[in-house]
């Protein structure tokens, strides 16, 4: 094993987060070396015209997203299941290379609202605490939207994105949304125009008095330069933005908005082709002394630094804490233990209305992230006692792009192949758009992570193994929301909709994409007891150990949790900056 | 053309493949594959007889598949996407060459699946468990298929069994109805499908979808990727035909 010469920081991982973390910490003058297990990657010359508008290579041989051929992780439904490989993907899709997820998301970049800080007071206080099931662990966020917002709103900067503001200062602006918390500022470019799906979508909410507004987007609607001084371009549309990287510089993307200033840093030094095994620990476990990672050439490296910092994708996180003993792994049965508690989930249906030809849908036209949204069924928003479930939801349309290798959906009962399926394919592709409910998911005393005890990774480590479920309360508010959704589409008349309302008993299906929101088992808490981490994103056990991502949500909310993940990212930063470096050691004390 | 010449001019080219069929000679030579490449060629890198843009041109000759396997792909192709009234299918646009030539990449080697064992059976929401990548799918699926169908069909495969026969037994099998040994049948299935779409709808420099024909179809421009003069535009049906990543226009 080599040891390379030691850093101030090692990050894990070249996503938003990572990127993040590389220029916060450059910017406090750190040497910070960064480990990307996959390639490296840049508009320039992965994302170029015409090579990325490639269905079969991006959606089917999904260039751009992880192959799990070495690293993948094992799933079940309950703690009495034999899990089993997540062999092919389906049910959510995480990236690798350089800008990880950051490259092939959508750009929805929503903030959470203040009550989803709060949930469990929150609803304490509304309902009583009788009211919040027993099996049910929902926490606190240990930090306030107040706090967060000048960081919410610098990744907005960062980003070019594009929305309406709502409330700025408290103040109401119109055509926003009308609920969220307050801004301090505009969003930094106008929301992008509408396609027909929005605007249809848009005037069926207003007809049932409900709020709409654009969806934040990360696609840039007009020319940008961000604070970094990272230039992006308006976005055209191309219709090729989830599954793949931007080829306009138009989609916010840690390759687009922070590498390149990163790239000329002499205290920056990026290693991709680098999968790291695990963190390496002093002998009383206090303290981490480094990273052990797997270089280009297959050779077992080590990488020491004062600080580490694990920036890799949401659960890949908790599997290294769990692989390197950073805090004392959960145990669903007694409910002690902190890492990998609280893994929940993003509660999403996609609802597809089909029209005659008069109505030119043109689903092959991309917006990326954009759309129309209502937040009528999200946050204090609804009366969760009357209709007997926890957690909001957001109801859209959207329109990220899609070509017929990705699919055509067609009307329910429609043969899939044949001169039948031909006709309803002509008939249809063109003349239909999708509507779809996104929810929250709540989090359970037995929805978790562990380490497997049968399967090994190509690496030779325990796989990480997900337990999770649907459970009741995510099915009412699944069904609720639906039917919601329908009242609204109906209004339109369409020829035919489809959507599957989930049904009672209805497991998880890891065949199916719904969504790559998948969160906690490493959460931050106001206690060691009941987090992984502390306010700051910091182990509470190996207190130079930050961890960063949506694992740290103590459960979801019904939105895109990218805005919350850079937020929280930039929140962790200033407090290293600002506290740990003048003083290393544990920035909360229990 | 009047809609009834088109007709009969896709009949014909069928009765031509079905003949070809038999003449296709068994010899799989390992050659590269042209497409499958990780630097996709540029708006002049491909010329036009690198692509055969006719249905009329040479017959291609199968690498991955032997004589039996291409003629089940074949016959299963006219079936999945039928030429009919509303014109060409799957033979036509090439699909068959596209499943052998998508069969010798990495991705049908199980390039992105996790293949290693233990292999434990589990319900349907957790997908495929079992050890085959997606070219043994396919290869195993149709002769189990085959053998399926001979013991049914006084000793017939599938490609010599009527069209009408062939489309109850893949309604069969897509409804897992059928046993096939070696692969769940609506595994089988739904790759056979898959594969059969992507051939139909890919870029044409991998194979299939020649002229454009399935995204003339449906109405995909394919790889045009710049919308912002019609994202607004919402009362008229996009007028340009499709592009593809070589620069030709369908």
Partial sequence: MAIQEKVDAVIVGMGWT???????????????????????????????????????????????????????????????????????????????????????????????????????????????????????????????????????????????????????????????????????????????????????????????????????????????????????????????????????????????????????????????????????????????????????????????????????????????????????????NTGEGVVGKNYTYQNLTRMTLFFDKSVQGNPFIGIGGAGQVIDDFNGNQIDNAKLGYLGGSVLWARQPGGGPVRGISLPPGTPKWGSAWKKAAQDHFRHQFYWEVQGANMAYQDCYLDLDPTYKDAFGRPMLRMTFDWKDNEIKANQYMVGKLEEMARSLNPLAISADAKKPGEHYNTTRY??????????????????????????????????????????????????????????????????????????VHA | MNPEDKQETYESRRAFFKKTLTLIPLTVVASQVPGFVDAAPGPSSQSPSATPHSTTAQPYAPVFFNELEWAFVNAACARLIPSDALGPGAIEAGVPEFIDRHMQTGYAAGDIWYLQGPFHEAGPEFGYQGKLPPRDILRVGISALDNWCKGQYAGKRFSELPGSEQEAILKKIEAGEIKTEGVPSK?????????????????????????????????????????????EQTSKPYPLPPVSMSGRRG
């Fill in chain 1, 18 to 332: 990572g990127a993040i973390l590389a220029k916060e910490l450059t910017d406090a003058g750190l040497k910070v070396v960064a480990l990307e297990r996959g390639a490296d990657r840049d508009t320039y010359p992965d994302f170029v015209y015409p090579k990325v508008n490639d269905e079969l290579a991006g959606s089917v041989h999904r260039k751009y997203l992880q192959s799990l051929s070495k690293e993948t992780l094992t799933i079940r439904h309950n703690v009495s299941q034999q899990a089993v490989p997540y062999r092919q993907m389906g049910s959510f899709k995480p990236g690798d290379g350089v800008g990880g997820a950051g490259t092939h998301w959508s750009g929805c970049h929503f903030r959470a609202l203040p009550e989803d800080f709060n949930l469990r007071s929150n609803y304490e206080s509304r309902y009583g605490k009788s009211f919040i099931p027993k099996e049910m662990t929902i926490q606190d966020f240990p930090v306030t939207y107040e706090e967060l917002e000048p960081h919410f709103d610098h990744f907005e900067q960062v980003c070019g994105t594009a929305g309406q503001a709502g409330i700025i200062n408290g103040l109401p602006i119109a055509g926003g949304n009308p609920f969220e918390g307050s801004r301090s500022r505009h969003f930094p470019l106008a929301a992008n125009p509408d396609y027909l799906g929005g605007k249809q979508f848009a005037q069926a909410a207003r007809n049932f008095g409900y709020h709409p507004y654009p969806i934040p987007a990360a696609n840039a609607s007009g020319p940008y330069k961000n604070p970094y001084g990272c230039q992006l371009g308006p976005c055209n549309f191309c219709g090729f933005c989830s599954d793949y990287g931007c080829l306009n510089y138009s989609k916010a993307s840690p390759n687009a908005c922070i590498l390149p200033v990163l790239r000329q840093r002499k205290l920056f030094e990026l290693r991709p082709n680098s999968q790291v095994l695990r963190v390496e620990l002093d002998s009383d476990k206090k303290k981490a002394t480094g990273v052990t990672y797997l270089d280009a050439s297959g050779h077992e490296q080590t990488q020491p630094a004062d600080l580490v910092i694990l920036a890799a994708f949401s659960y890949l996180n908790v599997h290294l804490m769990l692989l390197s003993g950073i805090g004392k792994p959960y145990d669903p």
């Fill in chain 1, 514 to 587: 719904q969504s790559t929101h998948t969160c906690g088992g490493a959460i931050m808490g106001d206690n060691p007891k009941n987090s992984a981490v502390n306010r700051y994103l910091q182990s509470w056990d190996v207190s130079n150990v930050f961890v960063m991502g949506a694992c740290a949500f103590p459960q979801n909310n019904g939105y895109n949790p990218t805005g919350m993940v850079g937020a929280l990212a930039y929140w962790s930063a200033k407090a290293i900056r600002e506290q740990y470096l003048k003083a290393p050691g544990p920035l």
């Fill in chain 2, 187 to 231: 595994v089988f299935f739904s790759h056979l499908l898959n594969e059969t779409l992507y051939g139909f709808f890919s870029d044409p420099q991998y194979g299939g979808n020649k002229d454009m024909i399935g995204w003339k179809l449906v109405g995909y421009p394919g790889v045009r990727a710049d919308f912002m003069d019609w994202v």
